[in-house]
């Protein structure tokens, strides 16, 4: 159903059928009103009616009297009412007629009745005769005709007027079957010749039981009093009520059809058309509303469209986060620049510190959006959590990075600021979500150079661990041979280590083997690396160095340690150890890796035998000098004691 015709609909509802009630209802009530006028009228006229025919009747009193006299007089006349001769009785009853008698009723012994006069007997008084002391009859007189009787009714209540007897037979002005009449004291309408009429009758009057009936018009009544003027007074408004309806309906209409045209444009994404407005009424509001809520609408779009391109390099971000992989660097940038573009930040910042410090900025805020990112940032690692700072028109949001660990104060912070207006609850959630992720991030990348250290690493003394010391040489050997350097490889032992903890303890042991370590580390240029072999086993490579080189330092190093003394746990003095160290070159003395161990470790061997507390140079195989640019042939493959 189109919303014309809902609308057609609803104001027939609402007007055209409420009308048509009214006009019915209207049209009742005016004719209840006529016909209850009318009836007003009848019954006051049927009351004079009554008092009207009373009055004749009272009139024929005196009559009946004379008439009586006159008959008991009358020898003949007295002997006609006891033998009940009808002929004698009805010549009687004419002689009584005339002057002012109208009518006379003889009634002798045995109910023989004789009558006389115009018409029927109305209004008369009867009385009864008496011969002997007997009853011999009765006469009825009149003083007043039917006719006469109906003129004055018909004077005194200005209606017209009938005489109904007791069986039926009426007389009078209007000719209409009695049984067409109402019952004595109510009123009806009923069909005369002339048209409708109502009808009121009175109560039996009289000794002949007569019934006055009145009758008067039943249209009488004024213009608006009637059906027909109610009628088209309401069709008229009726008519006036539909033109108005429709000046209505189409105005409506087309109001809405310029929404719907707007509407449907603003489905198509054209935002730049308005609604025209027009009045105060509702539909201006409407109207105005809907230009309001199309305006909403195109800002909603145009945010829309920036969140779908956030979204894009949010993307883009997330790529980069899997392929940065654990740089921490990285991965610190793309949360900063998430967070600046998410937020709608001008400038952002995230800094870590300590042994994990690193930082990363997003945005070019001005320097006041810059000063107020600072000022948070140290509020928020003061109060390890979110804060919010604002200075000169620069709002700034800032949350310290969880815990590492252990580590009893945050590791560092991340910011987001810029002017003009603070940052709403879906940005700070959003902010502080990343907050969580940069804090996992930071944790997982930390952790993972914890393990990647803590496996190539010797837990007691720092330095490498076997199994890093291998890998290295694998490629330092390689490199040597494709290059054609040197690669040199120290091996040291603790001289009688055993008898340390066998006396002291092994925790006296762990103190002396730390100190071997941080000596070996001390004494390591940048590119050697020193690692613990196993147990109190020390080694150390040197990249690009020679025979001599090496000599030199494993020299250094043996001289440090007997040097060096290690305060005992108990308190009782001091505890002194030395070193026998066996060392050899690639190529000079091994051709690879495994070689070089070997052969390290045969000098190693030897400086045990020989006595303790000396380097022993392994045996070389290939000419001094031939593969080596540091002098290093110079140093004679003997063993020396310092």
Not at 24 to 29: A, D, F
Request: with cysteine; net charge negative; glycine share 10%.
């Amino acid at each position: 159903m189109s919303f014309r015709v809902r609308l057609t609909l609803f104001f027939v509802l609402i007007v055209v059928l409420p009308i048509v009630a009214l006009m019915v209802l209207v049209s009742e009530i005016a004719a209840d009103s006529e016909s209850g006028k009318v009836d007003a009228r009848l019954s006051a006229g049927l009351r004079t009616a009554t008092t009207v025919y009373d009055a004749a009747q009272a009139d024929s009193r005196p009559l009946a009297s004379q008439v009586a006299d006159r008959l008991a007089a009358d020898p003949a006349a007295t002997e006609a009412l006891r033998s009940g001769d009808r002929g004698e009785l009805e010549d009687i009853a004419d002689d009584l007629v005339g002057g002012r008698v109208a009518s006379a009723t003889l009634t002798g012994r045995g109910g023989t009745s004789a009558e006389a006069g115009e018409g029927r007997q109305v209004a008369a008084a009867a009385i009864d005769l008496a011969s002997g002391g007997e009853t011999i009859g009765s006469v009825a007189v009149s003083g007043i005709s039917s006719s006469e009787l109906l003129d004055r009714i018909s004077q005194a209540t200005g209606e017209q007027a009938a005489l109904v007897g007791p069986r039926g037979p009426t007389t009078g002005d209007v000719e209409i079957e009695a049984s067409a009449l109402p019952e004595s004291g109510e009123t009806a309408t009923v069909d005369a010749e002339g048209g409708e009429l109502r009808a009121a009758v009175t109560e039996p009057l009289g000794i002949e039981r007569v019934r006055v009936a009145l009758f008067s018009p039943a249209a009488d009544a004024a213009f608006f009093s009637s059906r027909p003027g109610v009628a088209i007074a309401l069709a008229v408004f009726l008519a006036a009520a539909l033109i108005a309806v429709g000046f209505v309906l189409r105005s409506l209409q087309g109001q809405i059809r310029e929404m719907l045209g707007a509407a449907r444009r603003i489905g198509g994404g054209d935002f730049s058309g308005e609604v025209p407005v027009s009045g105060r009424d509702e539909m201006a509001g409407l109207a105005t509303e809907f230009n309001l809520m199309s305006d909403r609408l195109a800002e909603q779009m145009d945010q829309l469209r920036r969140q779908r391109l956030e979204i894009e390099k949010s993307v883009r971000r997330v790529g980069e986060a899997f392929a940065s992989g654990l740089d921490r660097e990285a991965l610190l940038e793309i949360l900063v620049e998430t967070a600046v573009g998410t937020c709608e930040a001008d400038y952002g910042l995230v800094a870590l510190k300590g042994h994990v410090g690193a930082e990363a900025e997003a945005g070019t805020g001005a320097e006041n959006v810059q000063e107020a990112a600072l000022a948070a940032e140290q509020k928020a690692l003061q109060q390890a959590g979110p804060v919010e700072v604002e200075e000169n028109g620069a709002y700034a949001f800032a949350s310290s990075l969880g815990r590492i660990g252990q580590t009893a104060a945050p590791v560092g912070a991340m910011t987001i600021a810029r002017g003009g207006r603070p940052f709403n609850s879906n940005e700070r959630e959003v902010f502080l979500y990343l907050v969580g992720q940069a804090a996992a991030s930071v944790e997982n990348v930390a952790l993972h150079e914890l393990v990647s250290e803590q496996a190539v690493t010797d837990d007691l003394t720092g330095l490498a661990n076997n199994r890093a010391f291998r890998e290295l040489m694998e490629r330092e050997a390689a490199r040597a041979q494709r290059f054609g350097h040197d690669l040199s490889l120290l091996i040291l032992d603790l001289d009688d280590f055993k008898r340390v903890n066998d006396t002291y303890g092994h925790p006296q042991g762990d103190a002396v083997l730390r100190m071997v370590g941080r000596v070996m580390a001390e004494e390591s240029r940048g590119i050697d690396f020193p690692a613990r072999y196993g147990g109190e086993e020390f080694v150390i490579a040197l990249p690009e160095t020679g025979p001599g080189g090496a000599s030199e330092l494993a020299e250094r190093i043996r001289e440090r340690l007997e040097a060096q003394s290690v305060r005992r746990l108990d308190g009782g003095g001091e505890i002194r150890v030395t070193a026998s160290i066996g060392l050899a070159t690639l190529p000079g003395s091994a051709a690879n890796a495994s070689e070089l161990i070997a052969k390290a470790d045969a000098a190693l061997y030897e400086a045990k035998r020989s006595g303790k507390n000396r380097v022993v140079v392994a045996e070389m195989t290939v000419p001094p000098g031939s593969a080596s640019g540091d002098g290093g042939s110079k140093v004679p493959a003997a063993s020396r004691r310092k």
